[in-house]
């Protein structure tokens, strides 16, 4: 049981560029989220989903794409990186949006953009 | 506007008793999580918090009054990898979590 597995583990842009980051999970949970964490704040959440066709923003969507196409996948595309979105990125799973079970949280993608 | 507060840092003895509080002021309440960050390491879960009270999980213990939006983290008989930052959430009414910064707790021999 492999759990939520992101890829990659660091990653190092130019400004401008574009890339995907990769979360898949393997517990069938409904609920998914990417958050990232920046020094001295609480995570923020970019966007969510409830289910596989459905998604919805969250605090800080702007500069940030996501899609839904099956339950296990919920990969973020970065569509022109900016400085500012140097980050830790953290994608989490849920079995419902209720969360009375908790977060399983993947390992984080440590994104530097230059 | 909402809220989560904790302590920056703290610094505790190994094998003593510390205690973090979280103040919170959310639109709604529906549970507050505590949660677990190694350095450098994703969050793990320790424990969920919907009803007044304490909830005892081994070592940790985690208390909440809804009425004063306040919410502390007991662990006891701490040990070195304890260390860690100890972060306190809320879900609102529109179930999405607020999170608050996190406390660096640092275990001193």
């Known amino acids: 049981n492999a759990g939520v597995t992101q890829t990659p583990k660091f990653q190092v842009l130019k400004t401008g560029q574009s890339m995907t980051l990769q979360c898949a999970q393997d517990m069938n949970h409904e609920y998914m989220s990417w958050y990232r964490q920046d020094p001295g704040m609480g995570l923020r959440l970019i966007h969510y989903s409830v289910g596989a066709g459905i998604t919805d923003q969250g605090e800080v969507p702007n500069g940030y794409n996501v899609s839904r196409s099956t339950t296990e996948d919920f990969p973020l595309r970065l569509l022109s990186a900016a400085p500012s979105q140097t980050s830790v990125y953290f994608c989490a799973s849920s079995y419902s949006e209720v969360l009375d079970y908790g977060y399983t949280f993947g390992s984080g993608t440590r994104l530097t953009v230059v | 506007g909402q809220n989560i507060d904790q302590p920056t840092e703290m610094t505790a003895t190994e094998g003593a008793i510390v205690q973090i509080n979280c103040t919170y002021q959310t639109s709604g309440f529906n549970g507050l999580f505590w949660y677990q960050q190694h350095a450098g390491e994703a969050p793990t879960f320790l424990s969920y918090?919907?009803l007044d009270g304490l909830e005892e999980k081994g070592r940790f213990s985690s208390f909440l009054s809804r009425s004063k939006g306040y919410s502390y983290l007991l662990l006891k008989e701490l040990q070195m990898k304890d260390s860690a930052s100890y972060l306190c959430?809320?879900?609102?009414?529109?179930?999405?979590?607020?999170w608050g910064a996190g406390t660096k707790l640092i275990i001193k021999p």
């Open positions: 959430a809320v879900l609102d009414s529109n179930y999405q979590l607020i």
């Open positions: 918090n919907v």
